[in-house]
């Protein structure tokens, strides 16, 4: 077992931890220490518990209770080896002059053959004396019963790495005993002596009559001028570097005046002095001179401990470190107060308060070099002596607190005192009512006349702001009085305001005014307001105590402020009725600097910092919120319990947002949930106004985007997925359907009912007699469930509800002129995700209707149910067409002509009625009149060619490119005559400034005909499509219902002679080869580029 050793404390672990466990075993401590302690080797509560114990049965005073520390650990060592279980080595190590040995360490060895087993080691005693423990454990051999003892005296040589050296060594004590006695002494030619005895020793030689206060150290070494470079001789003669030398010979000079040169060795050590070439020693002492009023009695006392224990002056003079701390503070004193070319600002101060006599300028500037500011302490002092009146320490109060506050010289507080007569303390705060122009003018006028003078130097920000140097200094003093007393500068704008027109943003601002006026304690940033209402108010206020408008005004002045502090800006933010660090907040970064860099109160760069506390006080409240949550009674300790009357008012989660349950919410409805976040979003966009500031960005959403607003924050809107496309046709179908054709209209219901349980009945039976009415065929019908619940959108506006229901919910308002409510489906996801990817939950019957009529743009018509048989076919790897034609018979609907099983093979829409524009009426049925064509092209007016014409908008209408067109104009079918040409308005390659030619309404029908067709064929090229239609055997020359049965069969016939086979070589078998050139990759074909080069 080894000696135990500080420190040892709660939640080590280890060999040391198990060590100790078998000492307080040994000395009767042991049952006490839990097993799972003792085998885990762990300073646990057991283990602690048993430490506590043991300190109070030996009275061990300490102030770490239950840990092993110096004390306690010398305590158990001393019963163990009281047991004979440790071993103990003491004595005394002296100096030459025997007096006792400090600041060294002392340590035992146990000698062996060429080693040293070290035993322990303890730093000295102030008496000189050293004991060491140790155990029989430690020794190289175990065998050995006794050590041969060594015992070795250290010092620490380097602080920055640690370096000893020996100092003493004893001689080996074989077999030494259990209580061994080592006493040693260290030679005199070992201890090293103080850094000034050895400077003083080397020096003396050398100085001959000089005196070291008079030497010198000047630019050059002439005798005959009566100038020496002494420090650099003496440097070079000693070895000293010149920095040493030259704080030396400063202490000296000092000494001439006080103190002895010892203390201001020490004094100058460290950072305190910097020896520098280009000053000589004359000009370092006057300006060390000046420096000294700043050292205040615990600089200097640190200073002399610093410098005893880098042993810079004998240890001796430590008796002397209280009188010359004292010594030091008197010579100063003498020295504020005396006489001197540049007086000081203490000896100004106490002229201006009538005090002249000497000995009481001294006491002052004794105890203001001792406090270095005007504290309580030294105003005590100061009433202690009835030379100083009442009247006398105010006006040192004032004078000192102005200086501290104007940054400024003694000028400076005379002109503030004299200006706006200020003798007493408390009259200082209402300074901050001045607005920055009184402040600016008396800079000014004062400085003008020369009474004044600025106590730092300003002409650098005057320049870059471009504001002269009175004015610069005068928003200085403006600045530094209005954050020294906020509340009552802004009071003091408050007035002003009042007396030029009023606030802007307060309701009471007069009321406010002399609130704050007779209430000096209350301050904005940090006065509860409901606290003081309550138990500091003046009795002449009692009324606006139980006035709960003015109490909620002045929380809304109190939150602004705390973000703006100036009166200025907090009446601008409330007359725009922002006031909460919320709103401010929620206004967003840039828009708020945009709104308010300019307003009064306010700079780009401030309108900045007030918009980033908004954000932080923002971020902290939410915090705290939910931080106060674990402040409900069963999470408080005992002493915390609402049960406390005393913490009745006290900010829980209970009295800010009442008691909630003890419900786990789903995480889609928690405020983490995505539906949260969309909430979230709403408010962002509807705290962000528009360029039209009459509107915010929600309601530009939501005009374009009405839906938003009606979609149910639950679980399986944020989380069932649904395939995307469903959500685009959704919005793409309210974008169609903007009348709400789609609406379902409720006869005879006019007036939802107050009572609940009517209006829930009215509801249901108006929803059953539209789905049987005539008037809602062809709708969108979606039957509601029994058990719905009906809410009102606004409680202003009666005629807009919304019914909730399982299956649907849908919006009830009204549509003039109709009296009868509509309901129009809102799109909230009712279904399971599988359903979904299956099927669209919503599809809007009359939009699709409404797309199957329509002839333009050139990709309508859209036949929805035929694309949707289609698919359904796809899904069997059946052929819509073969069906038709496999089943075809000789009654409607299952007779279809050889045209529409044709249409169908190449995936065109067809339809019974040949009015109806399908898409095969489009392409078979010539339509070759201007109110067909404009129809087909989308356009109207007189000039309508002229508009179908200009290149960029043909390009447009067709979904082609340029080099397609250029080859469409190629084709014969299209341009037999070669009349239609492309012609360039200007040189360059914008197809706004080209121009079609010669386009007529049947030149245009042949053309939209032919590329309805073509973009039905896949991988067909356009001269492709023109050769089979020219083709005497197929088409010859037209475009109709026999060509597409022909068109029909051709294609087969290709698909089966094979992939490589081409339409060309398919026609060779129908007649003569294709004699007629076009373009190829060897002759740079149409469809590979421009005819001209755009570069």
């Given at each position: 077992?080894?000696?135990?050793?500080?420190?040892?404390?709660?939640?080590?672990?280890?060999?040391?931890?198990?060590?100790?466990?078998?000492?307080?075993?040994?000395?009767?401590?042991?049952?006490?220490?839990?097993?799972?302690?003792?085998?885990?080797?762990?300073?646990?509560?057991?283990?602690?518990?048993?430490?506590?114990?043991?300190?109070?049965?030996?009275?061990?005073?300490?102030?770490?209770?239950?840990?092993?520390?110096?004390?306690?650990?010398?305590?158990?060592?001393?019963?163990?080896?009281?047991?004979?279980?440790?071993?103990?080595?003491?004595?005394?190590?002296?100096?030459?002059?025997?007096?006792?040995?400090?600041?060294?360490?002392?340590?035992?060895?146990?000698?062996?053959?060429?080693?040293?087993?070290?035993?322990?080691?303890?730093?000295?005693?102030?008496?000189?004396?050293?004991?060491?423990?140790?155990?029989?454990?430690?020794?190289?051999?175990?065998?050995?019963?006794?050590?041969?003892?060594?015992?070795?005296?250290?010092?620490?040589?380097?602080?920055?790495?640690?370096?000893?050296?020996?100092?003493?060594?004893?001689?080996?004590?074989?077999?030494?005993?259990?209580?061994?006695?080592?006493?040693?002494?260290?030679?005199?030619?070992?201890?090293?002596?103080?850094?000034?005895?050895?400077?003083?020793?080397?020096?003396?030689?050398?100085?001959?009559?000089?005196?070291?206060?008079?030497?010198?150290?000047?630019?050059?070494?002439?005798?005959?001028?009566?100038?020496?470079?002494?420090?650099?001789?003496?440097?070079?003669?000693?070895?000293?570097?010149?920095?040493?030398i030259a704080r030396l010979v400063i202490a000296h000079?000092?000494?001439?005046?006080?103190?002895?040169?010892?203390?201001?060795?020490?004094?100058?050590?460290?950072?305190?002095?910097?020896?520098?070439?280009?000053?000589?020693?004359?000009?370092?002492?006057?300006?060390?001179?000046?420096?000294?009023?700043?050292?205040?009695?615990?600089?200097?006392?640190?200073?002399?401990?610093?410098?005893?224990?880098?042993?810079?002056?004998?240890?001796?003079?430590?008796?002397?470190?209280?009188?010359?701390?004292?010594?030091?503070?008197?010579?100063?004193?003498?020295?504020?107060?005396?006489?001197?070319?540049?007086?000081?600002?203490?000896?100004?101060?106490?002229?201006?308060?009538?005090?002249?006599?000497?000995?009481?300028?001294?006491?002052?500037?004794?105890l203001y070099n001792q406090y270095k500011a005007i504290?309580?302490?030294?105003?005590?002092?100061?009433?202690?002596?009835?030379?100083?009146?009442?009247?006398?320490?105010?006006?040192?109060?004032?004078?000192?607190?102005?200086?501290?506050?104007?940054?400024?010289?003694?000028?400076?507080?005379?002109?503030?005192?004299?200006?706006?007569?200020?003798?007493?303390?408390?009259?200082?705060?209402?300074?901050?009512?001045?607005?920055?122009?009184?402040?600016?003018?008396?800079?000014?006028?004062?400085?003008?006349?020369?009474?004044?003078?600025?106590?730092?130097?300003?002409?650098?920000?005057?320049?870059?702001?471009?504001?002269?140097?009175?004015?610069?200094?005068?928003?200085?003093?403006?600045?530094?009085?209005?954050?020294?007393?906020?509340?009552?500068?802004?009071?003091?704008?408050?007035?002003?305001?009042?007396?030029?027109?009023?606030?802007?943003?307060?309701?009471?601002?007069?009321?406010?005014?002399?609130?704050?006026?007779?209430?000096?304690?209350?301050?904005?940033?940090?006065?509860?307001?409901?606290?003081?209402?309550?138990?500091?108010?003046?009795?002449?206020?009692?009324?606006?105590?139980?006035?709960?408008?003015?109490?909620?005004?002045?929380?809304?002045?109190?939150?602004?402020?705390?973000?703006?502090?100036?009166?200025?800006?907090?009446?601008?933010?409330?007359?725009?009725?922002?006031?909460?660090?919320?709103?401010?907040?929620?206004?967003?970064?840039?828009?708020?600097?945009?709104?308010?860099?300019?307003?009064?109160?306010?700079?780009?760069?401030?309108?900045?910092?007030?918009?980033?506390?908004?954000?932080?006080?923002?971020?902290?409240?939410?915090?705290?919120?939910?931080?106060?949550?674990?402040?409900?009674?069963?999470?408080?300790?005992?002493?915390?319990?609402?049960?406390?009357?005393?913490?009745?008012?006290?900010?829980?989660?209970?009295?800010?947002?009442?008691?909630?349950?003890?419900?786990?919410?789903?995480?889609?409805?928690?405020?983490?949930?995505?539906?949260?976040?969309?909430?979230?979003?709403?408010?962002?966009?509807?705290?962000?106004?528009?360029?039209?500031?009459?509107?915010?960005?929600?309601?530009?959403?939501?005009?374009?985007?009405?839906?938003?607003?009606?979609?149910?924050?639950?679980?399986?809107?944020?989380?069932?997925?649904?395939?995307?496309?469903?959500?685009?046709?959704?919005?793409?179908?309210?974008?169609?359907?903007?009348?709400?054709?789609?609406?379902?209209?409720?006869?005879?219901?006019?007036?939802?009912?107050?009572?609940?349980?009517?209006?829930?009945?009215?509801?249901?039976?108006?929803?059953?007699?539209?789905?049987?009415?005539?008037?809602?065929?062809?709708?969108?019908?979606?039957?509601?469930?029994?058990?719905?619940?009906?809410?009102?959108?606004?409680?202003?506006?009666?005629?807009?509800?919304?019914?909730?229901?399982?299956?649907?919910?849908?919006?009830?308002?009204?549509?003039?002129?109709?009296?009868?409510?509509?309901?129009?489906?809102?799109?909230?996801?009712?279904?399971?995700?599988?359903?979904?990817?299956?099927?669209?939950?919503?599809?809007?019957?009359?939009?699709?209707?409404?797309?199957?009529?329509?002839?333009?743009?050139?990709?309508?018509?859209?036949?929805?149910?035929?694309?949707?048989?289609?698919?359904?076919?796809?899904?069997?790897?059946?052929?819509?067409?073969?069906?038709?034609?496999?089943?075809?018979?000789?009654?409607?609907?299952?007779?279809?002509?050889?045209?529409?099983?044709?249409?169908?093979?190449?995936?065109?829409?067809?339809?019974?009625?040949?009015?109806?524009?399908?898409?095969?009426?489009?392409?078979?049925?010539?339509?070759?009149?201007?109110?067909?064509?404009?129809?087909?092209w989308g356009v109207t007016g007189t000039n309508w060619?002229?508009?179908?014409?200009?290149?960029?908008?043909?390009?447009?209408?067709?979904?082609?490119?340029?080099?397609?067109?250029?080859?469409?104009?190629?084709?014969?079918?299209?341009?037999?005559?070669?009349?239609?040409?492309?012609?360039?308005?200007?040189?360059?390659?914008?197809?706004?400034?080209?121009?079609?030619?010669?386009?007529?309404?049947?030149?245009?029908?042949?053309?939209?005909?032919?590329?309805?067709?073509?973009?039905?064929?896949?991988?067909?090229?356009?001269?492709?499509?023109?050769?089979?239609?020219?083709?005497?055997?197929?088409?010859?020359?037209?475009?109709?219902?026999?060509?597409?049965?022909?068109?029909?069969?051709?294609?087969?016939?290709?698909?089966?002679?094979?992939?490589?086979?081409?339409?060309?070589?398919?026609?060779?078998?129908?007649?003569?080869?294709?004699?007629?050139?076009?373009?190829?990759?060897?002759?740079?074909?149409?469809?590979?580029?421009?005819?001209?080069?755009?570069?």
């Amino acid at each position: 077992m080894l000696a135990i050793s500080a420190t040892l404390s709660p939640n080590q672990q280890g060999d040391a931890i198990a060590n100790l466990h078998e000492a307080l075993t040994r000395i009767g401590f042991g049952e006490q220490i839990p097993q799972e302690e003792r085998d885990s080797q762990r300073y646990g509560d057991g283990t602690r518990q048993v430490v506590l114990l043991l300190q109070e049965r030996f009275n061990i005073g300490t102030n770490q209770r239950g840990i092993v520390g110096e004390a306690t650990a010398a305590a158990i060592n001393q019963q163990l080896f009281e047991q004979g279980v440790f071993q103990r080595v003491s004595g005394t190590v002296l100096l030459a002059d025997g007096k006792p040995a400090r600041a060294v360490t002392v340590q035992a060895f146990d000698k062996d053959l060429r080693r040293l087993q070290p035993l322990g080691q303890t730093p000295i005693a102030p008496s000189g004396k050293y004991q060491i423990i140790y155990s029989r454990d430690q020794f190289s051999r175990a065998e050995k019963d006794t050590a041969d003892l060594v015992i070795v005296v250290s010092e620490l040589i380097t602080a920055e790495v640690p370096q000893s050296r020996t100092l003493a060594t004893s001689t080996v004590l074989f077999n030494a005993p259990a209580d061994a006695i080592i006493d040693l002494v260290i030679r005199a030619d070992v201890m090293a002596t103080s850094e000034y005895e050895r400077l003083m020793a080397e020096l003396s030689p050398l100085l001959g009559r000089v005196a070291i206060a008079n030497l010198r150290e000047d630019e050059q070494d002439n005798p005959d001028e009566e100038k020496y470079k002494d420090i650099s001789f003496l440097a070079g003669e000693t070895g000293f570097e010149k920095n040493v030398i030259a704080r030396l010979v400063i202490a000296h000079k000092l000494a001439q005046q006080a103190i002895q040169p010892e203390f201001w060795f020490a004094l100058l050590g460290g950072s305190f002095y910097q020896y520098t070439e280009t000053q000589n020693l004359d000009e370092q002492f006057a300006a060390i001179l000046n420096t000294l009023p700043s050292l205040d009695a615990g600089t200097v006392d640190k200073a002399l401990t610093r410098s005893f224990n880098q042993k810079e002056i004998p240890a001796h003079f430590q008796e002397n470190v209280a009188s010359w701390v004292e010594a030091f503070l008197q010579f100063v004193a003498q020295r504020t107060v005396g006489e001197s070319d540049r007086p000081s600002f203490v000896r100004f101060v106490l002229e201006d308060a009538g005090i002249q006599n000497t000995k009481k300028q001294e006491k002052f500037a004794r105890l203001y070099n001792q406090y270095k500011a005007i504290t309580p302490e030294l105003l005590a002092e100061l009433e202690k002596d009835r030379f100083f009146t009442q009247t006398k320490i105010d006006n040192l109060h004032t004078s000192f607190r102005l200086a501290d506050l104007t940054q400024g010289n003694f000028s400076v507080v005379k002109a503030i005192k004299q200006e706006f007569d200020v003798s007493q303390p408390a009259q200082i705060r209402i300074l901050a009512k001045r607005s920055e122009s009184e402040w600016v003018n008396l800079v000014t006028n004062k400085l003008a006349t020369g009474n004044i003078n600025l106590p730092f130097e300003t002409r650098a920000i005057a320049e870059q702001v471009n504001l002269s140097e009175a004015e610069v200094y005068g928003k200085i003093l403006d600045r530094q009085f209005r954050q020294a007393f906020p509340t009552t500068a802004f009071t003091g704008g408050l007035e002003r305001a009042l007396q030029n027109g009023g606030a802007h943003g307060l309701q009471r601002a007069e009321v406010l005014g002399s609130f704050l006026n007779r209430h000096e304690t209350f301050e904005l940033l940090n006065t509860s307001v409901d606290d003081f209402f309550k138990n500091n108010i003046h009795p002449d206020f009692q009324g606006l105590a139980d006035d709960e408008n003015f109490r909620l005004e002045v929380k809304a002045v109190q939150r602004v402020f705390k973000l703006v502090p100036t009166y200025e800006a907090t009446d601008a933010l409330l007359a725009d009725d922002l006031h909460s660090a919320q709103k401010i907040y929620r206004m967003g970064e840039s828009e708020f600097v945009r709104q308010y860099s300019d307003r009064p109160g306010f700079t780009p760069e401030t309108a900045l910092i007030a918009w980033n506390r908004a954000a932080d006080t923002h971020a902290a409240a939410l915090t705290i919120v939910a931080d106060l949550k674990a402040l409900e009674a069963e999470a408080l300790p005992l002493a915390l319990q609402n049960n406390n009357q005393n913490l009745s008012n006290f900010p829980n989660w209970n009295n800010l947002f009442q008691t909630g349950d003890l419900c786990e919410c789903e995480h889609c409805r928690s405020v983490l949930s995505p539906a949260a976040y969309f909430a979230d979003i709403l408010m962002f966009l509807k705290d962000r106004k528009a360029k039209n500031p009459a509107q915010t960005v929600k309601d530009i959403l939501f005009r374009r985007r009405p839906d938003l607003g009606f979609l149910e924050l639950n679980c399986d809107n944020a989380l069932v997925p649904l395939p995307y496309v469903d959500v685009v046709n959704e919005v793409l179908e309210a974008a169609i359907d903007a009348k709400g054709e789609n609406d379902l209209e409720l006869a005879g219901l006019t007036v939802i009912p107050a009572d609940p349980t009517a209006a829930k009945t009215a509801i249901a039976s108006a929803f059953q007699a539209a789905f049987n009415s005539s008037t809602n065929d062809d709708k969108e019908k979606i039957e509601l469930d029994s058990d719905f619940s009906l809410s009102q959108v606004n409680p202003s506006d009666p005629d807009q509800w919304v019914v909730h229901g399982d299956k649907v919910t849908y919006l009830l308002k009204k549509k003039p002129p109709s009296a009868n409510f509509f309901a129009k489906i809102l799109r909230n996801t009712k279904a399971k995700a599988d359903e979904l990817r299956a099927y669209p939950q919503y599809v809007n019957p009359k939009v699709y209707d409404k797309l199957r009529k329509e002839k333009y743009p050139i990709a309508l018509p859209f036949d929805l149910f035929a694309e949707e048989v289609r698919a359904g076919f796809q899904k069997t790897n059946l052929q819509r067409w073969d069906l038709m034609r496999t089943l075809k018979g000789n009654t409607a609907p299952n007779n279809p002509t050889d045209g529409d099983i044709a249409a169908e093979y190449f995936g065109i829409s067809i339809s019974a009625n040949s009015a109806d524009p399908s898409e095969k009426n489009l392409i078979l049925n010539a339509a070759p009149t201007n109110s067909e064509q404009q129809t087909v092209w989308g356009v109207t007016g007189t000039n309508w060619s002229n508009t179908v014409g200009n290149v960029k908008t043909f390009l447009q209408k067709t979904n082609l490119e340029y080099n397609e067109l250029q080859a469409l104009l190629d084709l014969k079918f299209i341009n037999p005559t070669g009349d239609i040409v492309i012609q360039d308005l200007n040189a360059s390659c914008d197809t706004d400034k080209k121009v079609i030619q010669m386009l007529d309404a049947p030149k245009l029908d042949r053309i939209h005909r032919f590329l309805r067709l073509w973009r039905k064929l896949d991988s067909w090229k356009l001269w492709e499509l023109d050769l089979v239609i020219r083709h005497p055997s197929i088409g010859n020359g037209t475009l109709d219902e026999s060509f597409l049965i022909n068109l029909f069969y051709f294609s087969q016939l290709k698909n089966r002679l094979g992939g490589k086979t081409t339409v060309e070589q398919v026609c060779a078998l129908f007649g003569k080869l294709n004699t007629d050139s076009r373009f190829t990759k060897l002759h740079a074909k149409r469809e590979d580029g421009f005819i001209k080069s755009c570069s």
